[in-house]
């Protein structure tokens, strides 16, 4: 398995904006993709900005360059979305999960 990770930051005033947006591409964007497992957004709320962060689980590092295409490591950010971050990350990080654990 793989995860996939980026980060972007917004001002806090666009933040509840920029959130729904993310969650439209999680939730639905993306979940039908071949190799697709699962999809965190985590939120992250500082006295200047806001940070965002996606894990996104796939069975394979092929699977993400299937979906993503040639320049599979670099981060996809629409327009819609660009013009609601302060900056975020040009590329997405890309970690094997050895393991996984799930409470009960």
């Known amino acids: 398995m793989i995860a996939r990770m980026w980060r972007g930051y917004t001002k806090p005033e666009d933040a509840d904006v ?5 969650k ?17 957004l985590l939120r992250r709320d500082g006295a200047s900005d806001v ?3 996606t894990v996104t ?5 092929k699977s993400i360059r299937d979906f993503m295409g040639p ?3 670099a981060s996809a950010v629409p327009e819609e979305r660009r013009r ?3 900056r975020h990350d040009g590329t997405a990080a890309h970690y094997e999960v050895p393991s ?3 409470a009960d």
């Open 84 to 86: 609601h971050l302060i």
């Open 57 to 61: 689980l796939w069975d394979s590092l």
């Open 100 to 102: 996984i654990s799930i």
């Open 24 to 40: 439209t591409e999680l939730q639905h964007d993306i979940r039908d993709a071949p190799g697709f497992s699962h999809s965190y």
């Open 51 to 53: 940070e965002f962060m």
């Open 71 to 73: 320049r599979y490591e």
């Open 18 to 22: 920029f959130e729904a947006l993310l």
